[in-house]
């Protein structure tokens, strides 16, 4: 079966940086793209970005890049989120979610969401 | 951006009944419409993809409608177990853009 098993809760300072994982299992990880999200306490869902990781490439939201980076190591299935210079405004549940098709961008499987809280 | 409201913020009903989620778009955007469900610390699930495609294992008493800028999520026979957040998605426009969200009460 289709699974997404992200890290587990950051705690960091601001200014830090931090570097989510998403493992990715039960398909060929190489044919779906994969969608970051996040959600603040008690807000909606902002979409970050996504990458292929058949060929490594990328789209980001204009507001989120010089933030995020997203990469993926397709050896050991795992898609990855960097998030840098980190503020109270970073503090958030981030989703990793599979779109349904590549190119499709309904996503049909999602992480259990890493909680990252930045604070000194 | 494309802006997506979902109206209300807050909708109520009594269990067996049937309930309807709005979402408008702030411009045309075809048939691209996805819905989720999203349950108190959980992640989302996907409900309706494309307005109206039904999703391998969701009930039955889900449905969508809708095309250009008003969509519909509609719930026959609320169960307790429907007590959610409902998101709409858009994507037919970079960025891909949510609603903010309907959370359904049960009487």
């Known amino acids: 079966q289709v699974q997404l098993q992200q890290s587990g809760p950051e705690l960091v300072k601001p200014g830090a940086l931090v570097k989510i994982s998403c493992k990715a299992s039960?398909?060929?990880?190489?044919?779906?793209?994969i969608n970051w999200v996040k959600q603040r306490p008690g807000q909606g869902l902002e979409w970050i970005g996504w990458?292929?990781?058949?060929?490594?490439?990328?789209k980001y939201n204009e507001k989120f890049k010089g933030k995020a980076t997203l990469t993926a190591d397709k050896s050991s299935s795992t898609a990855y989120m960097q998030l840098s210079s980190l503020t109270s405004e970073n503090s958030a549940v981030y989703f990793c979610?599979?779109?349904?098709?590549?190119?499709?961008?309904?996503?049909?499987?999602w992480g259990q969401g890493t909680s990252v809280t930045v604070s000194s | 951006d494309i802006l997506l409201t979902q109206s209300p913020a807050i909708l109520s009903v009594s269990p067996g009944e049937r309930v309807s989620f709005s979402c408008r778009a702030s411009q045309s955007i075809g048939t691209s419409i996805h819905w989720y469900q999203q349950r108190t610390n959980g992640s989302p699930s996907l409900l309706i993809k494309?307005?109206?495609e039904s999703i391998s294992g969701i009930p039955s008493r889900f449905s969508g409608s809708g095309s250009g800028t008003d969509f519909t999520l509609s719930i026959n026979n609320v169960e307790s177990e429907d007590i959610a957040d409902y998101y709409c998605?858009?994507?037919?426009?970079?960025?891909?853009?949510f609603g903010g969200g309907t959370k359904l009460e049960i009487k």
């Open positions: 990458i292929y990781p058949g060929d490594g490439s990328t």
């Open positions: 979610a599979r779109s349904v098709r590549r190119g499709y961008y309904a996503m049909d499987y």
């Open positions: 494309y307005a109206s």
């Open positions: 998605q858009q994507s037919n426009s970079w960025p891909y853009t």
């Open positions: 039960g398909y060929t990880f190489t044919s779906y793209d």
